[in-house]
């Protein structure tokens, strides 16, 4: 495949966008080579700058879930936009997603929406401390939450590709109050509450990790670090970004079974628009400004265009709920797929999958947490990369990265996908 335009277009870029992006993981340097410039793209397909085809895997991250330009989406932002993009002021839609998002997600009262993750994580934090009246937060390595000061303390997904997931700039007085456990290891968060008893606010989760590849959590891990926190009068926030009605209606709770106390989303509750949301039951949510003392605000924040995005995606979800359900079928069908491919070409590899999420890591061992996950072969990672991108399948730039399936791909897209990695084996031994 050609790829002139793309390359011209970044070199162009970078004289005027550090690094000629504006999100780090685009730029392609895990993997090497320049990223590949979108023109536009429809259902589960991607058409770049050069003309060329991709099938895409990553679905702008999450949020399109039910593929590119989606008509209900395309319709009701284009209305709301001929309305006014923007008014500082309340308006309906806002309430309407709401409490849509509100009956779908079980143990959730209230929502307030922001404009990105990042946000949604951030406002988490400080709504939690703000409730508890203390200060340290416990995350775990590879986990990542936005790139607020607070989270980047071992984080995943970008920061941990780039080598640096204690990013400069974040002074250590905040550094010293969020404390690191390891992912799936229950007994590495007992000993940080036994050593701040009674000083921590809040453990934040991806409750299915997907920021250092796609790691699942451990039944008696997660169910413990719930029976934990009950205990210790510490919130549990689950990260729900990228869960969040992803894996049902109801998202990870609702999946894995588990009730957290403030759950934060992104992605997919913006129906591709800049959207993200933290929620909690009515007692913790009334310490939110204006009812109550922690401050939390936001220019564009509940921005029609995107609320109605919102709307369109959740309404679509809500329903026709068995697309949770053939999406789980799909991600499975392709992991079959490259269970045969790989294990005939004899590479060491491992799929994790969970619902709609799934990914590849190049080592023999079981990737539960984020010191197994930085075992995988990143040169290995590399030839499959951009072996998959020549033959049209366009995977995350990186292997702490989680492929996002969309009910746009067709049973004929998965077979060529698997097609695709057939040919690109000898290139990995
Ligand atoms: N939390 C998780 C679990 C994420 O995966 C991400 C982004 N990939 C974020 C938070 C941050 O979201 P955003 O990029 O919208 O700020």
């Given amino acids: 495949m050609q790829y002139k335009r793309s390359s011209a277009l970044f070199a162009e870029a970078k004289k005027y966008i550090p690094g000629g992006v504006n999100s780090p993981v685009r730029a392609f340097k895990a993997v090497g080579g320049d990223p590949i410039f979108v023109s536009h793209a429809k259902g589960a397909y991607l058409f770049d700058e050069d003309g060329n085809r991709l099938i895409d895997y990553i679905a702008s991250w999450g949020p399109l879930i039910l593929g590119h ?16 993009t923007s008014f500082g002021m309340p308006t309906a839609i806002e309430t309407e997603l709401a409490k849509l998002a509100v009956s779908m997600v079980p143990n959730i009262d209230k929502i307030r929406f922001v404009n990105s993750g990042t946000e949604a994580c951030m406002s988490a934090i400080r709504l939690a401390r703000g409730f508890t009246a203390k200060d340290k ?30 990013s400069p700039g974040v002074t250590q007085g905040t550094a010293k109050d969020t404390l690191l456990a390891d992912y799936n290891d229950l007994g590495s968060v007992e000993k940080l509450v036994e050593a701040n008893k009674g000083e921590i606010a809040a453990v934040i989760i991806e409750p299915v990790a997907g920021n250092m590849g796609c790691i699942i959590p451990e039944k008696e891990f997660i169910e413990g670090l719930r029976k934990l926190c009950t205990a210790e009068g510490i919130l549990l926030v689950f990260d729900e970004v990228m869960t969040g009605f992803r894996l049902s209606r109801g998202g990870a709770q609702e999946t894995l079974g588990i009730d957290a106390d403030i759950v934060t989303f992104g992605k997919v509750i913006g129906g591709g628009l800049p959207v993200g949301a933290f929620a909690a039951r009515s007692e913790i949510m009334a310490y939110l400004a204006p009812e109550g003392p922690v401050y939390q605000a936001g220019t564009l924040s509940g921005n029609p265009l995107a609320m109605s995005a919102g709307y369109a995606m959740l309404h679509s979800l809500n329903s026709k709920p068995e697309i949770f359900e053939s999406l789980a079928e799909k991600t499975h ?35 539960k947490d984020f010191k197994s996950a930085a075992k995988g072969n990143n040169d290995t990672f590399k030839r499959y990369f951009h072996g998959m991108l020549e033959q049209g399948i366009y995977l995350p730039p990186s292997a702490f990265e989680s492929y996002f399936l969309n009910d746009a791909l067709s049973y004929q897209d998965l077979d060529e996908t698997i097609a695709a990695l057939e040919k690109v084996c000898p290139l990995l031994t």
């Fill in 69 to 84: 330009a989606y008509e209900p989406v395309i319709e009701a932002v284009t209305e709301k936009a001929k309305k006014g």
């Fill in 137 to 166: 937060i416990i995350k775990f390595a590879g986990c990542y939450h936005g790139h607020a000061d607070a989270f980047l303390i071992q984080a995943g997904s970008g920061a941990v590709t780039f080598g640096s997931p204690n």
């Fill in 333 to 367: 069908y392709l992991h079959q797929g490259f269970d045969r491919v790989l294990t005939a070409a004899g590479i060491p590899y491992q799929v994790n999958r969970f619902g709609s999420m799934i990914s590849v890591h190049f080592t023999a061992e079981p990737v």
